[in-house]
Protein backbone atom coordinates (compact mmCIF):
# COMPACT_ATOMS: atom_id res chain seq x y z
CA UNK A 1 0.00 0.00 0.00
CA UNK A 2 1.14 3.58 -1.02
CA UNK A 3 0.27 6.64 -0.42
CA UNK A 4 1.80 9.45 -2.75
CA UNK A 5 1.91 13.33 -2.06
CA UNK A 6 3.07 15.37 -4.69
CA UNK A 7 4.10 19.31 -4.86
CA UNK A 8 5.52 21.90 -7.09
CA UNK A 9 3.11 22.63 -9.63
CA UNK A 10 2.44 26.35 -10.58
CA UNK A 11 2.86 28.70 -13.30
CA UNK A 12 5.70 29.30 -15.34
CA UNK A 13 6.77 31.00 -18.21
CA UNK A 14 8.13 29.47 -21.58
CA UNK A 15 12.23 28.51 -20.92
CA UNK A 16 11.67 28.50 -17.08
CA UNK A 17 11.81 25.83 -15.01
CA UNK A 18 10.14 23.39 -12.69
CA UNK A 19 10.86 20.51 -10.04
CA UNK A 20 8.08 18.35 -9.24
CA UNK A 21 8.13 16.53 -5.78
CA UNK A 22 6.54 13.10 -4.98
CA UNK A 23 6.65 12.00 -1.46
CA UNK A 24 5.73 8.24 -1.10
CA UNK A 25 4.47 6.50 2.28
CA UNK A 26 5.41 3.15 3.24
CA UNK A 27 8.99 0.98 3.82
CA UNK A 28 9.18 -0.75 1.03
CA UNK A 29 10.09 2.50 -1.59
CA UNK A 30 13.38 1.12 -2.87
CA UNK A 31 10.98 -1.64 -4.40
CA UNK A 32 9.25 0.61 -6.33
CA UNK A 33 9.63 1.56 -9.73
CA UNK A 34 8.21 5.21 -9.51
CA UNK A 35 7.00 7.26 -12.32
CA UNK A 36 5.60 10.52 -13.75
CA UNK A 37 2.54 10.99 -16.20
CA UNK A 38 0.94 13.71 -17.36
CA UNK A 39 -2.72 14.73 -18.75
CA UNK A 40 -3.43 17.72 -20.96
CA UNK A 41 -7.15 18.83 -21.12
CA UNK A 42 -8.70 17.05 -23.87
CA UNK A 43 -6.28 14.15 -23.95
CA UNK A 44 -5.07 10.59 -22.54
CA UNK A 45 -2.48 10.29 -20.00
CA UNK A 46 0.61 9.82 -21.61
CA UNK A 47 3.78 8.73 -19.97
CA UNK A 48 6.64 11.15 -19.03
CA UNK A 49 9.61 9.22 -17.04
CA UNK A 50 10.67 6.11 -15.12
CA UNK A 51 13.04 5.37 -12.44
CA UNK A 52 14.07 2.03 -11.06
CA UNK A 53 14.14 0.89 -7.39
CA UNK A 54 18.14 1.31 -6.92
CA UNK A 55 18.09 5.14 -8.85
CA UNK A 56 20.64 3.31 -11.09
CA UNK A 57 18.28 2.94 -14.50
CA UNK A 58 15.87 5.97 -16.06
CA UNK A 59 13.65 5.94 -19.09
CA UNK A 60 11.82 9.03 -20.49
CA UNK A 61 9.27 9.26 -22.99
CA UNK A 62 10.92 10.56 -26.60
CA UNK A 63 9.01 13.89 -26.57
CA UNK A 64 10.76 15.22 -23.38
CA UNK A 65 13.90 15.37 -25.71
CA UNK A 66 16.00 15.60 -22.73
CA UNK A 67 14.41 18.45 -21.06
CA UNK A 68 13.34 16.64 -18.17
CA UNK A 69 15.06 14.78 -15.74
CA UNK A 70 13.77 12.09 -13.01
CA UNK A 71 15.69 11.27 -9.95
CA UNK A 72 14.66 9.78 -6.25
CA UNK A 73 15.86 10.43 -2.80
CA UNK A 74 15.03 7.01 -1.15
CA UNK A 75 16.29 8.07 2.59
CA UNK A 76 13.27 11.03 1.88
CA UNK A 77 11.04 8.19 -0.16
CA UNK A 78 10.56 11.09 -2.75
CA UNK A 79 10.86 11.09 -6.69
CA UNK A 80 11.71 14.17 -8.25
CA UNK A 81 11.02 15.47 -11.70
CA UNK A 82 13.48 18.53 -13.09
CA UNK A 83 12.03 20.17 -16.11
CA UNK A 84 13.71 22.52 -17.83
CA UNK A 85 12.93 24.29 -20.95
CA UNK A 86 9.17 24.26 -20.43
CA UNK A 87 7.42 24.77 -23.52
CA UNK A 88 3.45 25.74 -23.59
CA UNK A 89 2.63 22.14 -24.75
CA UNK A 90 3.70 20.93 -21.28
CA UNK A 91 1.03 22.04 -19.62
CA UNK A 92 -0.81 19.31 -17.99
CA UNK A 93 -2.05 17.83 -14.97
CA UNK A 94 1.61 16.10 -13.87
CA UNK A 95 0.84 12.67 -11.84
CA UNK A 96 3.05 10.67 -9.69
CA UNK A 97 3.03 6.67 -10.12
CA UNK A 98 4.31 3.77 -8.09
CA UNK A 99 4.68 0.61 -9.88
CA UNK A 100 4.43 -2.07 -7.29
CA UNK A 101 5.65 -6.07 -9.27
CA UNK A 102 5.52 -8.76 -7.41
CA UNK A 103 3.36 -12.57 -7.63
CA UNK A 104 3.23 -11.96 -11.40
CA UNK A 105 0.94 -8.94 -11.53
CA UNK A 106 1.45 -5.24 -10.98
CA UNK A 107 0.28 -2.55 -9.20
CA UNK A 108 0.07 0.78 -10.11
CA UNK A 109 -0.52 3.19 -7.29
CA UNK A 110 -1.46 7.18 -8.36
CA UNK A 111 -0.92 10.21 -6.66
CA UNK A 112 -3.33 13.09 -6.62
CA UNK A 113 -1.67 15.32 -9.87
CA UNK A 114 -0.23 18.79 -9.63
CA UNK A 115 -1.10 21.37 -12.14
CA UNK A 116 1.92 22.41 -14.20
CA UNK A 117 0.99 25.59 -16.84
CA UNK A 118 3.37 26.84 -18.76
CA UNK A 119 2.65 31.16 -20.71
CA UNK A 120 3.92 31.62 -24.04
Known amino acids: QVQLVESGGGLVQAGGSLRLSCAAS????????MGWFRQAPGKGREFVAAINGKGDSTDYADSMNGRFTISRDNAKNTVYLQMNSLKPEDTAVYYC?????????????WGQGTQVTVSS
Open 26 to 33: GRHFTSYV
Open 97 to 109: NARNTGWGLTYDY
